[in-house]
T-cell receptor, first 116, second 110 residues
């Protein structure tokens, strides 16, 4: 079974803090994704990575950065947290290739981040 | 630009009923379509993946169909149970990324 884990289920931070969200997958997947999920807006892609040290902006990258130093780990960084970044953050991974019809997304349990 | 719509947004049914959830998309150039289940406050659990060359997939009481030409997929749930209560999302894979619908919130009443 593919397992995607996220470092925290719940996180409370203050405005201006630097925040790190970690995601680890154990199935040697090449592609990893960070989404945020907000009521009425659905899932929106923040960043994705298709290889170690590679990253691509998604639909809403402003205020975020990412790091992928090892294949199994993809980190999302909020450089200076703001209240509008309060959200549910979801990490996902897929096996290989960006357009393979076999690619099935597997998600982690999510991190509920509150910025005060 | 690909858009994915799920109707209805919410559905409430008595236990035992067979039901159909709908997912429509505007651009038929997709590589696959995936159905997920999400429980409150949790991540997404993959239910079924339909590749673009396939017409349907089945898993237990679930059956998903895909009609690319009309931009539609349906998720059929047989003999619904209270444990099926959750939000169901569909997602299509286009070039490089997945586009999600906003989900159907299902409640199965005992």
């Amino acid at each position: 079974d593919v397992k995607v884990t996220q470092s925290s289920r719940y996180l409370v931070k203050r405005t201006g803090e630097k925040v790190f969200l970690e995601c680890v997958q154990d199935m040697d997947h090449e592609n990893m994704f960070w989404y945020r999920q907000d009521p009425g807006l659905g899932l929106r892609l923040i960043y994705f990575s298709y290889d170690v040290k590679m990253k691509e902006k998604g639909d809403i990258p402003e205020g975020y950065s990412v790091s992928r130093e090892k294949k199994e780990r993809f980190s999302l960084i909020l450089e200076s947290a703001s209240t509008n970044q309060t959200s549910m953050y979801l990490c996902a991974s897929t096996q290989s290739g960006t357009t393979s019809s076999y690619n099935e997304q597997f998600f982690g349990p999510g991190t509920r981040l509150t910025v005060l | 630009k690909q858009e994915v719509t799920q109707i209805p947004a919410a559905l409430s049914v008595p236990e035992g009923e067979n039901l159909v959830l709908n997912c429509s998309f505007t651009d038929s150039a997709i590589y696959n379509l995936q159905w997920f289940r999400q429980d409150p406050g949790k991540g997404l659990t993959s239910l079924l993946l339909i590749q673009s060359s396939q017409r349907e997939q089945t898993s237990g009481r679930l059956n998903a169909s895909l009609d690319k030409s009309s931009g539609r997929s349906t998720l059929y749930i047989a003999a619904s149970q209270p444990g099926d209560s959750a939000t169901y999302l569909c997602a299509v894979l286009g070039t490089y990324k997945y586009i999600f619908g906003t989900g159907t919130r299902l409640k199965v009443l005992a």
